[in-house]
């Protein structure tokens, strides 16, 4: 039985003891009308429910992992394990191709060897499913009864419901955090390693970028390891071309719809403006190498460049430009607007016209939320993979020629990752140094733009 059916298990004790815990606190107030709860109703109900939801979800949650370690051990008692071979992968994959079929999700086996274990799955299966069910019930009765007998006048049932919600808010909280305290330890401590084999010096000022995954993993070449050309198309695609595309247009259009534009088209221009942040990635990289990049090509050797090909670093840069120009337009749109009218009211009354209102009050009062969508809009341009892969190619070149191959350093995690290179080689492990300098790289951003916030916000609040 899969762990979804015993969570609507759990959801079904949960809204009967949601419905007695109700019940048995409206009858205080039958009883005895003169006897005024401390908590409403409602909140014994949702009391009742905790009890029995949290622990049977925790139960659930444990015996999702037990259940298929105790199935399998069942398993291997049985007699018809004793022909199991000795080789563990092989081993394995008899298991593994015997449970498929008794949960129905395979017609047959393909070693004739592993059909003797089928019968022995279904049985331990259909065992501790009921062994599971029976627990689950259990526990959510025990957690019910516990709690439906603690409901009474002088409970305080709020405080509890309350704390109980807070503590689970909490540990959301915490999830995130250790979520992004887990990522930043795995990428140090794979980023150590990569450091052990290869010199920090040779790979952040190194000018060549070739790692050879049938090198030895023990006396790697450290000058095949030189990460510069890596930043360099990272920051000339996403962070220079990208944003002289995106800037300027996401400004202009969000003043335009905020100042200039008729309440009409504002409503059918800004959501036309905003689906743009929703088409996926793919596309735009169908359409920069489609469009975009055979466009500029031809643009380039009709002016006399003959070296121009398909892939360059400016039809990535394009059209990445032009995905990100919902997140510059939005947040610069929403800034503006957030600006209180008395202070354009003011500028109007001074004398100042509606283009010195925008330059002198509102842009510079807007200017948190417009340094944020910029710095939003650049983490999500470096970010990118697709439309590199398929308008400016894989190749690592140092060059300051926006009509030449380039690549960035999330296209080089994917391909790094993509191999079936050793986990333990240097080429494996340079993905993840890739990683940690990307990291660091964000982390300053948004840094900055934290910092330049805080001072205008400071001067305009």
Known sequence: MSPITLILIAIGLGLAGWLAGRAKAWSFQKASPDVRPIARPTYHAWYVALWIVIPVLAFVTLWSFIAPQLVTQSVLTSPGAQSL??????????????????????????????????????????????IGIILTLMIGFAGGAFAFLRVRPDFKARTRVERTVMIILLLASLVAILTTFGIFASLVFETYRFFTLVSPADF???????????????????????????????????????????????????IYLTQYADPKLRQWVKPALEILAGVPTVVYGYFAALTIAPAIRDAAVAIGITSASTES?????????????PFVSSMADDSIAAVPRAMRDGSYAMGATKSETIKKVLFPAA???????????????????????????????????????????????????????????????????????????????????????????????
Do not use: C
């Open 85 to 130: 071979p000795a080789f563990g992968f092989e081993r394995d994959s008899w298991l593994a191709e015997a449970r498929t079929v008794a949960l129905g999700n395979a017609p047959g086996v393909f070693n004739d060897g592993a059909d003797a274990l089928v019968e022995p799955f279904r049985e331990a299966i259909s065992r501790y499913n009921l």
């Open 204 to 254: 952040f000022f190194g000018t060549f970028w070739g790692p050879d995954p049938m090198s030895a993993a023990d006396n790697p070449d450290g000058s095949r390891y030189g990460a510069i050309p890596l930043f360099w198309g990272t920051l000339f695609i996403g962070a220079i071309i990208a944003m002289i595309v995106a800037i300027p247009l996401g400004l202009m259009s969000a």
């Open 313 to 325: 670093a400016l039809a990535a840069g394009i059209v990445m430009g032009v995905m990100i120009i």
């Open 367 to 461: 200017l948190p939320g417009i340094v944020a969508g910029i710095m939003l809009a650049v983490s999500r341009a470096i970010g990118e993979t697709m439309i590199v892969v398929m308008a400016a190619s894989t190749a690592a070149n140092l060059s300051a020629n926006p009509l030449d191959r380039m690549t960035t350093v999330t296209v080089q995690i994917v391909k790094l990752l993509t191999g079936e290179q050793s986990t333990d080689h240097p080429t494996y492990l340079s993905a993840f140094a890739l990683g940690f300098a990307l990291f660091l790289v964000t982390l300053v951003l948004n840094v900055i733009a934290l910092r330049v916030v805080k001072r205008f916000r400071e001067a305009y609040e």
